[in-house]
């Protein structure tokens, strides 16, 4: 299907809809967390699925149910070890993460999902309850919404992006994320974008951005800006379940992800972009 006829039965004017259900349903489903459409597998060769046995549930019993903040001697120690982890490691040691107290009340562990050779990355909030029950990033309403935004640009899930969030596990009643979640997960995103090595990176939503360039602001104020993550070009953007909320600004998220290509075509020569 051709980009133009993949646009016209989003209703992209540029805005994206749920095809599948009313608006008004899509509104009173919406969750304030990652969610996103059933998934496609990878192909094992390239991709990093949450299929794997380290992203089963772990037994309550097992589980932490308090956390204090990480001293800084252990939290550096930590980051040591973790940023020596390669793909398969860094899956299983996120599955059994005890670091903060989300260890007591997650189902599963929600690492990420994609290519592992993709030059887009997309970074996410948290989990949210489709999330935490399949172990897998963006697999509800919001998920449905980013992979239309993904086949608006000729992208998949699957190919070429890699989909992450700041947290692994779910906070309760999806509910922000705080400072010493954020801090424990911080080493598995770091680690994740080390190994990925992506030449472009999209913050979805304000909790994204904020924790990637390390500083406190409104994806208003963000957005239509080249930052950097380290040496990585970053975009930032509306997260889906926001748009979901407030459809008047998907045409600003639009907005914001053909400034992310064009960055990504002028990095490249144009080369392996899709159009």
Partial sequence: ????????????????????????????????????????????????????????????????????????????????????????ALVADIAHCTACALAGTRNRTVPGVGDIRAQWMFVGEAPGADEDARGEPFVGLAGQLLDNML?????TRTENVYIANVLKCRPPNNRAPEPIEAQACGAYLDRQIDLISPRLIVALGKSAACQLLGMEASVASLRNRIHRYRDTPLVVTYHPAYLLRNPIDKARAWEDLLFARRLLREQAGGANVPR
């Avoid at 094992?44 to 019993?61: K, L, M, Y």
């Avoid at 120690?77 to 390669?86: F, T, V």
Wanted: hydrophobic share 45%; proline share 6%.
């Fill in 1 to 88: 299907m051709r980009r133009a006829d993949v646009l016209r039965e989003l209703g992209l004017a540029p805005v994206w809809r749920l095809r599948s259900q009313p608006a008004s349903q899509a509104s009173a489903s919406a969750i304030t967390t990652d969610s996103a459409a059933t998934a496609v597998v990878p192909s094992a060769s390239r991709a990093i699925t949450t299929d794997s046995p380290a992203t089963a549930a772990v037994p309550s019993a097992s589980r932490a149910t308090d956390a204090m903040p990480l001293s800084a001697e252990t939290f550096e120690l930590r980051r040591a070890r973790i940023s020596s982890l390669d793909h398969e």
């Fill in 151 to 155: 086949a608006a640009l000729g992208l």
